[in-house]
């Protein structure tokens, strides 16, 4: 089982920019579909961004979109979110995800691989 760890969660005043990071413990990254979640306090989990195994399509959620990219690098083993442009709203605990490749609509609601999360706040 594939165990994944986020890192690069902080604080930053609005308008400003964080990267995070997501490795996963083996060496297979390259054939996992992938994306980023977050949840608020008191909120339900949210989608944030998925991408492709393949790298080659790239998905966000509308409040995240033109702000923040997601990418990888199968090469190190890691995923990214590079995340721009912050609004206090972003606040939450970033999480990463993947799973086997699905053709299925919509496939990052069916994440099975879990990271245990990094905290990142944006202050007004």
């Known amino acids: 089982q594939e165990q994944l760890a986020e890192s690069g969660g902080g604080l930053v005043q609005g308008g400003g920019s964080l990267r995070l990071s997501c490795t996963a413990s083996?060496?297979?990254?390259?054939?996992?579909?992938m994306g980023w979640f977050r949840q608020a306090p008191g909120r339900e989990r949210e989608f944030v961004a998925a991408i492709r195994w393949m790298g080659d399509s790239t998905y966000y959620a509308d409040s995240v979109k033109g702000r923040f990219t997601i990418s990888r690098d199968n090469a190190k083993n890691t995923l990214y979110l590079e995340m721009n442009s912050l609004k206090p709203e972003d606040t939450g605990v970033y999480y990463c995800?993947?799973?086997?490749?699905?053709?299925?609509?919509?496939?990052?609601?069916?994440?099975?691989?879990w990271g245990k999360g990094t905290l990142v706040t944006v202050s007004s």
């Open positions: 083996g060496r297979t990254l390259s054939v996992l579909g």
């Open positions: 995800a993947a799973r086997p490749p699905s053709g299925d609509y919509e496939w990052w609601y069916g994440m099975i691989f």
